[in-house]
């Protein structure tokens, strides 16, 4: 069976999305020092709800200089990955670009040593990382998951949608189902740019995210799916997904 949550970018979120009764909530770990300052209340308002937290850690600060990924990035993860588990977390969404039509093969080899670094890491702290799907196709993911075995996958079918004439999404679970540990749903018109990234509702664009749901369910997916639309458009969402799951 799966789980249904949503997505939270700032406090307000999650007071609205726990108000709304879903299990658990995807927040924002992007900066250590604003975690640490709000970890008093991010610890009240998951007992309040009685909900637990995902993580959806930060952007890369430059995803083709391994230096500043090694003095930045890395840092910065792994003080994430402290807090996380002070957090409860045990599954988080990380962006780590690595592909292969654009990314040299140098670069590719680089980030995946960092990676599985941090994959280790996490895992001591109890957490799986789970690695987004941005513009990549199954190919570029397929390195990754041959060198780490930890290393799990965020599938997002909106973003699957993009830079690609049919969603990449039926490619990462037919070949990679066995890493996905987590769902991003949402909804666009396709296109080849971040502003066509639309986060609309499921069925307000030209995702097919019932051949999508369809797959997945004859798979045996039962974990969690995050609910990646602006919060009026949740409660609809989730009734989409239930109806198509």
Request: net charge neutral.
């Amino acid at each position: 069976m799966v789980i249904i949550g949503g997505r939270a970018h700032n406090i307000e979120h999650i007071n609205t999305i726990g108000k709304l009764g879903y299990p658990y909530t995807e927040i924002s770990l992007l900066d250590p020092a604003a975690v640490e300052s709000q970890m008093e209340v991010l610890l009240e308002l998951k007992q309040r709800y009685g909900i637990y937290y995902i993580a959806h850690y930060p952007n890369e600060d430059n995803p083709l200089d391994t230096n500043i990924l090694e003095k930045m990035f890395v840092p910065k993860m792994k003080r994430l990955f402290d807090l996380s588990q002070r957090l409860g977390i045990i599954k988080g969404t990380m962006h780590f670009w690595i592909d292969k039509r654009w990314a040299s093969s140098e670069l590719i080899t680089n980030k995946i040593e960092m990676l599985s670094r941090l994959v280790s890491y996490a895992k001591k702290k109890d957490v799986t990382i789970c690695l987004e799907n941005l513009s990549e196709r199954y190919s570029s993911f397929a390195d990754a998951f041959q060198a780490i075995d930890d290393l799990r996958m965020t599938l997002d079918i909106g973003h699957g949608q993009l830079l690609s004439s049919q969603n990449t999404a039926f490619d990462f679970i037919r070949k990679g189902f066995d890493r996905i540990a987590h769902l991003h749903v949402h909804d666009n018109f396709g296109g080849t740019s971040v502003k066509d990234d639309l986060h609309l509702a499921l069925g307000d664009g030209v995702v097919d995210y019932r051949g999508i749901f369809t797959l997945l369910k004859n798979k045996g997916y039962s974990s969690s799916i995050t609910m990646e639309v602006k919060l009026p458009d949740m409660p609809r969402t989730k009734k989409t997904i239930e109806q198509s799951f």
